[in-house]
């Protein structure tokens, strides 16, 4: 008999698409601003060091998401996902609310560290609409679920950009902060969590974190996507004084960054909406292949550009492939372990995309205060074709030998991760 998925599964999926997308717009507000916030705390900071103050503070951000992701995915697995998203949305508007009054650059640190350690909203997202939604229309709903994600990255640098303009950037983490306390407001009223892929009460929550821990296609799929998602974030953080740097002089910069990065997001937004389909037509191992392929292959002429129009539309191509890359990588998360263990997953997978979201930019901005700024795009590249890419055939390897058990019913079946529809256990 065909999944008909969760009662509601629709409405809790919209309602989860619209509370990350108000997060992610809202924390957005920072990433391209973080180095030139940093110049305005203190004057006398370089572009490099600047970069490199804020990839330091984007990477201890990620190591406090690297800890806390297995422990919220743990207890997302046993009290409930809901109850994690809402926590992870008021965290992140409490950092926000406390950027607009730091006065030092090691606040600033010490406040991305806080937000890193409250992180893992789109974890408990995806582990709610893996839980609810029928396995046929699983790579569909995630891929819409990437899209929201990265259209409110999108949209974010240009909203803050004109906040910053009319108000300064005070003000305008006020705001963020507002807007994401929103997105638990949306998730309180909105989410009717379904009961079914909870760990059984009693169960506790050790063994099913040790049950995942425990699997190679676990571990395989997690260091797959730490090597494919490594890359690009690297050359995050110099984006920005990198564009300064090619502009001409008295350009207003900030303009051109929110405009930037909000070309790459959306890239990366629209790409994600198509990629369902796409892994539906020619497979999942085959568009992260692809995919993987052409971000590195547009990181590299990035490079050697003179221009921003360049650097814009090398970046925007990159994002696209990226887009697909990002929504290939988690439908395939859902497949190697059962519906009960869906949060403990998507946990594990929040420490991998903190070491690859965030502390991959505090190695580009380190690359590039003491190297340079082409070396950053370089050696991104290189990451992913010399580890990435034999990765890849390691985990088809393990893939085509191990399987998972599925354990929330009473009859167990097994089911192969090569399969093209992804199932979660259900």
């Given at each position: 008999?065909?999944?008909?998925?969760?009662?509601?599964?629709?409405r809790n999926n919209y309602a989860a698409m619209l509370a990350v997308f108000l997060l992610c717009i809202t924390f957005s507000f920072t990433i391209p601003f973080l180095p030139l916030y940093i110049q305005q705390i203190d004057p006398t900071v370089s572009g490099p060091d600047?970069?490199?103050?804020?990839?330091?503070?984007?990477?201890?951000?990620?190591?406090?998401?690297?800890?806390?992701?297995?422990?919220?995915?743990?207890?997302?697995?046993?009290?409930?996902?809901?109850?994690?998203?809402?926590?992870?949305?008021?965290?992140g508007a409490v950092g926000l609310v406390l950027f607009g009054f730091a006065t030092s650059i090691w606040q600033i640190v010490a406040i991305r560290g806080f937000i890193g350690i409250m992180a893992g909203a789109p974890a408990a997202a995806m582990a709610l609409i893996a839980a609810?939604?029928?396995?046929?229309?699983?790579?569909?709903?995630?891929?819409?679920?990437?899209?929201?994600t990265l259209g409110g990255?999108?949209?974010g640098p240009?909203?803050?950009?004109?906040?910053?303009?009319?108000?300064?950037?005070?003000?305008?983490?006020?705001?963020?902060?507002?807007?994401?306390?929103?997105?638990?407001?949306?998730?309180?009223?909105?989410?009717?969590?379904?009961?079914?892929?909870?760990a059984p009460k009693g169960s506790g929550t050790k063994p099913s974190m040790r049950t995942v821990l425990r699997s190679p296609l676990v571990w395989g799929a997690l260091i797959l996507v730490l090597l494919l998602s490594f890359a690009a974030p690297m050359v995050q953080p110099i984006l920005p004084p990198y564009v300064v740097e090619l502009l001409p002089d008295k350009t207003n910069a900030t303009a051109v960054i929110g405009w930037l990065f909000f070309g790459i997001s959306a890239a990366g937004a629209i790409a994600s909406v198509f990629a369902g389909r796409v892994i539906g037509r020619i497979g999942l191992q085959r568009v992260l292949?692809?995919?993987?392929?052409?971000?590195?292959?547009?990181?590299?002429?990035?490079?050697?550009?003179?221009?921003?129009?360049?650097?814009?539309?090398?970046?925007?191509?990159?994002?696209?492939?990226?887009?697909?890359?990002?929504?290939?990588?988690?439908t395939l998360l859902p497949t190697v372990?059962?519906?009960?263990?869906?949060?403990?997953?998507?946990?594990?997978?929040?420490?991998?995309?903190?070491?690859?979201?965030?502390?991959?930019?505090?190695?580009?901005?380190?690359?590039?205060?003491?190297?340079?700024?082409?070396?950053?795009?370089?050696?991104?590249?290189?990451t992913l074709i010399f580890l990435g890419l034999p990765m890849f055939y390691i985990f088809k390897r393990i893939a085509a030998v191990h399987?998972?058990?599925?354990?929330?019913?009473?009859?167990?079946?097994?089911?192969?991760?090569?399969?093209?529809?992804?199932?979660?256990?259900?």
């Open positions: 008999m065909e999944d008909e998925g969760a009662p509601g599964w629709q600047a970069a490199m103050w804020a990839g330091i503070a984007t990477g201890l951000g990620g190591v406090g998401s690297f800890i806390s992701g297995p422990i919220w995915g743990m207890l997302g697995d046993k009290y409930g996902r809901k109850p994690m998203l809402i926590r992870a949305c008021v965290g609810g939604t029928p396995a046929s229309k699983l790579p569909k709903a995630l891929g819409q679920f990437q899209g929201a990255i999108a949209l240009v909203v803050a950009a004109g906040f910053i303009a009319a108000w300064g950037y005070e003000t305008t983490f006020f705001v963020a902060g507002a807007l994401m306390f929103s997105g638990a407001a949306v998730t309180v009223f909105m989410i009717k969590e379904p009961k079914r892929a909870l292949l692809i995919s993987a392929i052409g971000v590195a292959m547009f990181l590299i002429p990035m490079g050697f550009v003179n221009s921003v129009i360049a650097l814009a539309v090398l970046a925007i191509v990159m994002s696209l492939f990226g887009g697909f890359l990002t929504t290939s990588a988690v372990v059962t519906a009960a263990a869906l949060s403990s997953m998507f946990g594990l997978y929040q420490s991998v995309q903190a070491l690859s979201a965030q502390l991959g930019p505090a190695v580009g901005g380190i690359i590039a205060a003491n190297i340079s700024y082409e070396a950053a795009f370089f050696i991104a590249a290189a399987k998972v058990v599925e354990e929330p019913h009473p009859h167990q079946i097994e089911k192969s991760v090569d399969s093209q529809t992804p199932s979660t256990g259900r």
